[in-house]
């Protein structure tokens, strides 16, 4: 029970890996505040997970931000963890990535886990207690690919991001530390392509380019994002934790 009346905020909750690891830390006792886009989904993972907060507030919004950390403190009086899940992703040639494609991807992947981690801070240091943030980066943050420019430029920001503000806590005990999942199984590898892809065609494509010849789960990757905000992690901070099946090996 390594999150035994830990208060929790994870973005991202009514998608795979969001999903996967509210179940995770719940199992573990963790105390849940989720936010996702769609409602209806995240009303379904609050209730699987017996979270005591839940919201489909606009993330990309610093004021929105500020609001949803306060509700928390309001409610359980601390925040112990943060995990930064939510993004979003647009495949595109260079010359065909619009200037709103662009933006929007800014706004979920980099605007969103900033504006919620300088609040989280500011609460964690206020209780003086430590506290982890866990943000969720990707493969694509080390490596580009194409037609992924603004998705890669965006995961590149959430490791830098990530190793500057590791730098600024590290002396309150607030550790920060990424996530960089490979392809898993999740609606986004197979969402946005030209021609549609199916999840067994996409399956395919992976198997023979990793090294452990498959795609990662959502818990798998959700049991990274666990291990690095739990104290099983207490001496990593500034750390990007690939969880690729050796992709990135290559
Ligand atoms: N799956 C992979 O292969 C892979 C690889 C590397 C990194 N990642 C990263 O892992 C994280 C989780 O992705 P996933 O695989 O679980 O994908 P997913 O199932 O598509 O989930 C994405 C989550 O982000 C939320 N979201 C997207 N745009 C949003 C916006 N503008 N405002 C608020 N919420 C928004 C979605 O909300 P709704 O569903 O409610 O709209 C959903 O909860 C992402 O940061 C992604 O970049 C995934």
Redesign the pocket.
Known sequence: MRFKDKVILLT???????KATAKCMAQEGGLLALV???PH??REVAGQTGAFYHSTA???RSETCGQIIQEIVAARGRLDVLIN?????VRADICDTTDEQWRSIMA??VDAPFFLARQAVQVMRNCGKGGAIVN?S??NGFVGRETLVAYSTSKGAVIQMTQSMALDCAKDNIRVNAVC????D????FSQHENPVTREQMAQVWKEKIPLQRMGT?EEIARSIAFLASSDAGYLTGTSLMVDGGFTCQ
């Open positions: 991202g909750a009514s998608g795979g890996i969001g996702g886009r769609d989904r995240t606009d993330i990309t899940n939510a993004g979003a992703i979920i992947n969720v990707s493969i999942p490979g392809a898993t999740t609606p986004m590898p959502p």
